[in-house]
């Protein structure tokens, strides 16, 4: 179905190709998973196959790439359209309509279908990805994972034969991520569609793939053979590779069955987690309700959290809380996005918030940072009211990092972005760069923002907000599109903060970020604080949101594969 005879793909700005002598053949009806490091060229091979580099992309692409027998460089991406389906790592730049049942029949309306079956699709699809509900809303009313799941619903509803998936995951709750696979397997058992997919999570993924590919070596092969020797792996793979289990297990099934010698060798050892905090439950089950959530922070006034930050200085462990939300409501329009949510925080604490798409993570992250005003109750940050606060005071104690990076960037290159940080923050010239090399390292300094990827550009605004070091430090799904390496780098500087006396709140759908790093997990859903305790306590009693090493190894507490390897 798809062949790569000795591709090449150099853009114009590098010195180096980022694609170099690909060989490989995938069959129809065969689940491909894209697996390497940040920035190795995932996308580019993904483009290749769609069409859309070297049409769109610009650069040079060298040797042949052939879908069904079409050679890419001679059928641009309109004419394989009918054969090929594409979802980028932004699922924002693929809508082309206001409405999620729109969207969904454009691809269709584009290919001439008739109208009954047009129709038909949509209702298939609205049930397949749990957007029933949906089909009337707004898309710039959806939260992040809502627009996921539209965007993928969208190539899904014309049934091409090939579907090109970038992190499709990503922003998408436990939950929602296992329906999405469900479906593309059901689309490759069932119906012979051959899947190309890109992904970082691959405690997801790695189970549904029929084979793996390894970038950049190019190297593919049967899952459990990759993973021997990838450096990017699942914990599950971790887990097995510390315990020497041959073959390696890649689900948690499998590991649960060879578990057994390590859980006696761990029986009467404590792990070691997330210190210095408590929980302090303080909700109550009032209900439900409906919520959107909000999930890419619109509007000009984000540049204000990047251009006027000052220094301040390192928050202190106190007793008195740095957050504080007394029954906050928030309404947006008919629904309710909040409701009677009561939640401390306190500095150098690490919070994670988790819940389902649209439950109301990135409306309250939103409230806190004084975007978006309480309908009623109160909060109040650093003893300040958000919403009423200046932003050249309120950004001295707070900062955000939403799920769109590229609203925090503005300059032509990565070293004009980071010297713009240096001078907002009163930091020393290179502290911006610095944090940059150590989150990704690799990105050249004349880079423009625009031309990387996902994951680098969000590292890129974490570290742009990071310079400034405020005591309040908001995260909206701050792992998404970064690899296990950048991951690791990542938890170690925000330990490093919260160590430092800095309160850190991360929206995240990533339950190995959350048993990795938070002290603390609250769990929202329909707008209201459902769950609020330490980490070990509130993931392990959750299936959705336990991680991979806690289901392996249960009814012991073990969270990650550190823990594991250090009490051993």
């Known amino acids: 179905m798809i062949r790569f005879e000795n591709v090449s793909v150099t853009y114009e700005e590098d010195a180096e190709p980022t694609l170099r002598g690909v060989n490989l053949t995938v069959p129809e009806g065969e689940l491909v998973l894209l697996v390497g490091p940040s920035g190795v060229g995932k996308s580019t091979l993904l483009g290749a196959v769609s069409g859309l580099v ?31 389906g594409t979802v980028g790592q932004d699922p924002s730049a693929h809508f082309v309509t206001d409405t999620v049942e729109d969207e969904l029949a454009y691809g269709m309306e584009s290919l001439g279908l008739a109208p009954g079956v047009m129709r038909r699709r949509v209702e298939e699809t609205l049930d397949l990805l749990g957007l029933a509900e949906l089909r009337d809303r707004p898309i710039t009313t959806l939260s992040g994972g809502q627009r996921q799941r539209v965007a993928i619903g969208s190539v899904l509803t014309p049934h091409p034969k090939v579907l090109v998936l970038d992190e499709p995951t990503s922003a998408l709750d436990p939950s929602a991520a296992e329906d999405v696979l469900a479906v593309l397997q059901r689309l490759v058992h069932d119906l012979g569609t ?6 970082h999570r691959l405690e997801r ?3 549904y793939a029929d084979q793996v590919l390894m970038l950049p070596e190019g190297v593919m092969g049967a899952p459990a053979e990759i993973m021997a020797v990838s450096p990017v792996h699942p914990p599950v793979v971790g887990l097995g590779r510390l315990a020497g289990w041959d073959p390696l297990p890649l689900t948690v099934r499998d590991a649960r069955r060879r578990s057994g010698e390590m859980k006696v060798r761990l029986e009467g050892r404590a792990p070691a987690g997330p210190a210095g905090f408590s929980a302090r439950p303080a909700f109550e089950d009032r209900g439900s309700g409906r919520s959107p959530g909000f999930g890419k922070v619109r509007g ?32 947006r329009g008919r629904v309710e996005a909040l409701r009677r949510i009561d939640l401390q925080v306190r500095a150098g604490e690490t919070l994670a918030l988790m819940g389902r798409n649209g439950a109301g993570k990135s409306t309250l992250l939103s409230t806190l940072v004084g975007m978006i005003a309480p309908t009623s109750g109160t909060v109040r940050v650093a003893g300040r009211t958000p919403h009423t606060t200046s932003p050249r005071e309120l950004i001295r104690q707070v900062g955000l990092v939403p799920q769109e990076p590229r609203d925090l960037l ?6 004009a972005e ?49 310079t400034g070091r405020p005591p309040l430090l908001l995260l909206d799904e701050p792992t998404r599109g970064l690899d296990y390496a950048a991951k690791a780098r990542l938890v170690a500087h925000l330990r490093a903060l919260a160590a430092d006396g800095h309160a850190i709140v991360l929206a995240t759908h990533d339950v190995e970020l959350a048993a990795e790093l938070a002290h603390r997990v609250v769990i929202i859903a329909d707008g209201e604080v459902v769950a609020d305790g330490p980490t070990a306590e509130v993931v392990v009693s959750s299936p959705a949101f336990s991680p991979q090493v806690a289901k392996i190894l249960a009814p012991q507490p073990w969270l990650t594969v550190e823990q594991v390897e250090a009490a051993l």
């Open 418 to 466: 980071c010297a713009a940080a240096d001078g907002d923050a009163g930091a020393a010239p290179g502290t911006c760069r610095a944090l940059v090399s150590e989150l990704l390292p690799g990105v050249a300094d004349d880079t423009h923002p625009r031309d990387l990827s996902e994951g680098q550009r969000l590292a890129l605004a974490l570290a742009v907000v990071l």
């Open 300 to 331: 000009g006034g984000l540049n204000l959290f990047k251009r006027r930050r000052t220094p301040s200085a390192p928050a202190t462990p106190t007793t008195t809380p740095l957050v504080l939300a007394d029954r906050l409501a928030v309404r």
């Open 410 to 415: 503005y300059a032509d290159t990565v070293a």
């Open 205 to 207: 993924v790695v189970q």
């Open 194 to 199: 051959t899947v190309l997919l890109a992904e």
């Open 54 to 84: 070297p049409h769109f992309t610009g650069g040079t692409l060298t040797g042949r790439v052939t879908v069904d027998g079409r050679d890419t460089r001679t059928h641009p991406p309109r004419e394989l359209a009918d054969l090929v």
